[in-house]
């Protein structure tokens, strides 16, 4: 007779408890990222800006008084609201490999939604589309870039057995530094910038807040309609502001403009995943040492996000955004690689935008969907 049980976390320490099952699970795996506990913790308390108009309930397995794994219920009102229907989430997945113990986190996730009222949850969530999402399927050979989940290859089966079944999958390109465009696709990028009409500004970390307020504006009016999409608050973008300051690269974060209107934007960020998984969740006073030791092991980055208005796509700018990134990032020696994504797998307009320009498809991750 099995003794494991499935408890909520109530206390500080069973918070602490929650965030350590991920160092229990994934820690011997090579290619595993371990996030910064404190961010962590930030992200799951009451306090962070994304629980306004969100609940969770977060669920320990324990066996024998060890913990095994953990769970994330979400019913988030900002995406009810917006998409117009009732799904709650699930997020935060950790486990063993172990299926008892998966179904028993899947089922107190399953019972908490359908206490909410709601028909189906989804996910991984950690905890909305603003956040890390997916759970990757294909890619498992390399290490995930900054903002990008990991797990181990076992866990697709578990959720799977435990009645999750695909509901979309999100894809990632690889471009390595120094790889040049087809001709006839930069030769066309450049004729219109050359025009004049189209300009284009970088963003300014002395005004980081105003600038992610308009990214964020741009990026609702660009994919608002989109699957999954959760416009975030004005305290999540101020959030946000404050997160992006220290590793912000001016150089690589730009609007687009026609005739002085803003219509487009780009994001992309310095991979420094090499430096957190040095940093092992704790970024004290030995952090600091790490980073002065090892910062020339950021050799890439991700572009994090691509957003055009969508009356003003027709006028060539996807070819201008993507042309004048892959110019930035070829300018940036100490830059070896650059992975675009994630992006819908039925968005075929950038998919097929992407692989023209070279980019190889090198990770895949899976949202799950189960009805209630």
Known sequence: MSDLRVRTVCTDADLTAFIDVAWSVQKNDPNWVAPLRKEVRTLLSAGHPVWAKAERELFLADRGGTVVGRIAA??????????????????????????????????????????????????????????????????????????????????????????QVKEKDLLTFMFLSGHNAPDVLTNTARRLREKGEITIRHASKKDLHADVELMCRL?????????????????????????????????????????????????????????????????GLTGVVKYLLYKNEIRGTRALLFGIKPEFRQLGLPLVLLDYVMELQNKKQQYHYLEAGWTLEDNDSINLLLKDFGGRQNKRYRIYRQDL
Request: charged share 20%.
């Open 219 to 283: 990026y609702e009016e660009s994919w608002g309609q989109n699957w999954g999409f959760t416009p975030m608050s004005p305290d999540e973008v101020s959030l946000m502001a404050e997160s992006l300051m220290p590793i912000l690269d001016e150089d690589m974060a730009f609007f687009i403009n026609v005739e002085g209107e803003p219509v487009a934007i780009s994001l992309v960020l310095p991979d420094v995943n090499p430096l957190l998984k040095r940093f092992d969740g704790s970024l």
């Open 74 to 163: 979400i019913m988030d009102m900002a995406f009810i609201e917006y998409q117009g229907e009732l799904a709650g989430a699930w997020g935060f997945f950790e486990c063993e490999k172990d299926q008892e113990v998966a179904t028993a986190l899947f089922d107190a996730a399953r019972q908490w939604c359908l206490s909410k009222g709601l028909a189906c949850m989804r996910g991984p969530f950690n905890p909305s589309t603003n956040y890390e999402i997916g759970m990757l399927v294909e890619g498992f050979d390399t290490p995930p870039t900054i903002m990008m989940p990991y797990n181990p290859p076992w866990y697709p089966l578990l959720v799977e057995d435990c009645g």
